[in-house]
């Protein structure tokens, strides 16, 4: 649990107007900044880590985080609320398994699901994840081959970021 205050807010002044010239047109959006707003976030995280048998490794981890965000009394923010509420997934899901087989050979899988970011329509939840296959030749050179991001050919994981694209 988290108490937030003084926390960035855009607030309006004044009435908003239109340039027209230069082409294109714009709108005027005149706006200060303040620290307007309150809140506070809730979450809660749990890991298993499960050891079957010595060459084997199984872990798991959920995280759930909620962010609350209001305006202060007198304050009008106009864009920052629904950033700080809509940034972050609600629900991430991970699970990893390793594995050290005979002739000194190492698998390791991930995969994670990440929920979609509520405010931010573009972002919806994605499943992803990675394998890696190593060969430990000697206790100083390692060959691998890894692969990452194999559910899916790209997915956003940032409002305004670049696709992560399989390669």
């Known amino acids: ?3 937030l205050n003084d926390i960035l807010s855009t607030e309006l002044v004044g009435r908003y107007g239109e340039d027209t010239a230069p082409e ?12 307007g ?3 506070e976030s809730h979450g809660a995280e749990a890991t298993a880590d499960i ?21 202060d009394p007198g304050a009008s923010d106009v864009s920052q609320q629904r950033q700080y509420e809509g940034t972050a997934p609600r629900h991430q899901f991970e699970t990893q398994l ?6 000194r050979i190492a698998i390791d899988w991930t995969m994670r699901h990440v929920s979609p970011l509520r405010l931010q329509p573009i972002l919806p939840a994605y499943t992803t994840s990675d394998l890696r296959v190593g060969w430990q030749a000697t206790p100083g050179f ?7 991001n194999l559910n899916q ?3 956003l994981e ?6 992560i694209r399989r390669s």
Do not use: C, M
């Open 1 to 3: 649990y988290n108490r």
């Open 24 to 35: 294109p047109p714009r709108r005027i959006l005149p706006v200060t900044f303040r620290n």
């Open 37 to 39: 707003l309150s809140g």
């Open 51 to 71: 050891r079957p048998v010595g060459w084997l490794r199984a872990t798991a981890n959920y995280a759930y985080l909620k962010v609350s965000v209001t305006p």
């Open 98 to 103: 390793a594995a050290d087989l005979p002739a």
């Open 142 to 148: 390692e060959i691998a081959i890894v692969g990452q």
């Open 153 to 155: 050919a790209r997915h």
């Open 158 to 163: 940032w409002p305004g970021g670049a696709p």
